[in-house]
């Protein structure tokens, strides 16, 4: 149904028609020339509009991509950092553990030696304990045997010597008794002097062996100690060198990583180019506006 303007417009273009039919046929041929080249124009404006958000789209999607690679990239490198951390750590724990044991087992050594040092002492004064008591109950018997020849001896001396009457003699054996009593009481005192001299030094050898042993004991925990914190030393360092080295061949990794990125970019960002120079061979040539009129074959006729 065509509406009141229609209808003038089609009454209009009929007497139109009827009087100059040849001029009518070439602006008909005109108007669809001029309508096919505003939809051309239309349609490459469209396609061109669509290609350029198609553009931006790959460009987004190319942009997460990359910050994608690059988030992955950087937990490998955390990881693989966060690896040597926990490989030199559980290294450092298990030489740590290893000195742990050897110091205990080295602790019972010396337990044992003291345990031993100790039983050697008290062996060494046993002994001399056992010595001292023979020859303290040696000395009475030899003091009465040697007392006995002496005592013959004297009054063998004495009658010998035929000197004074026998109460002389008996007062002057007296007195030789007396004398002999005070040198074996001064021989007791001696033996008794000799042997308190003979344990205080036992015990001082006792104790200085003692405090040898503990010395010798110390300069080897010393130097196990020693020992253990020159390889930690040694392993940190090892570490620190190892870390070093990675790091130093991260930066090259990095820059690579960033170089095949750009690369990427830079190859599409060419595509993009060389499609848009293929679809328009002159892109300095503006596009006018497209204006066209829906027109069919029944209007022309």
């Known amino acids: 149904m065509y509406t009141s303007f229609g209808l003038d417009f089609l009454l209009l273009e009929i007497l139109r028609e009827s009087e100059n039919p040849e001029g009518v046929i070439t602006e008909d041929r005109d108007f669809v020339a001029k309508q096919k080249e505003d939809l051309e124009l ?3 404006r469209l396609t061109t509009d669509n290609r350029r ?3 931006d789209k790959e460009r987004e999607c190319l942009m997460k991509k ?4 690059r988030d992955r990239e950087a937990a490998l490198w ?4 966060h690896q040597l951390q926990e490989r030199h750590q559980l290294v450092k724990q298990q030489l740590k553990d290893q000195y742990f044991l050897q110091r205990h087992e080295l602790l019972r050594k010396h337990e044992k030696e003291r345990e031993q040092m100790q039983r050697y002492n008290q062996r060494m004064i046993e002994q001399l304990k056992v010595r001292q008591q023979q020859e303290k109950a040696r000395l009475p018997k030899i003091q009465r045997s040697e007392g006995k020849t002496r005592m013959a001896m004297y009054k063998k001396s004495l009658h010998i010597n035929g000197g004074g009457s026998a109460a002389e003699q008996r007062e002057k054996i007296k007195q030789f ?7 074996q009481k001064s021989e ?4 008794q002097q000799k042997h308190e001299n003979q344990m205080r030094d036992m015990l001082a050898q006792c104790e200085s062996n ?5 010395q010798l ?3 080897k925990c010393h130097l196990l100690v020693e020992h253990e914190t020159q390889k930690l030393k040694a392993l940190d360092e090892s570490h620190n060198q190892n870390l070093k080295e990675w790091r130093d061949k991260l930066r090259p990794r990095k820059k690579a990583l960033e170089e095949d990125l750009n690369q990427k970019k830079r190859e599409q960002e060419m595509f993009f180019k060389l499609s848009e120079e293929a679809e328009c061979p002159n892109p300095s040539t503006p596009s006018k506006a497209a204006k066209f009129f829906p027109y069919s074959s029944a209007d022309a006729s």
């Open 42 to 44: 239309a349609m490459k």
């Open 53 to 55: 958000e198609i553009c």
């Open 66 to 69: 990359q910050e994608l690679l």
């Open 78 to 81: 955390e990881m693989e950092e």
């Open 177 to 183: 008794s007396q004398q002999e009593e005070k040198r």
């Open 188 to 191: 007791r005192l001696q033996q």
């Open 210 to 214: 003692m405090s040898e042993l503990q």
């Open 217 to 219: 004991q110390n300069e």
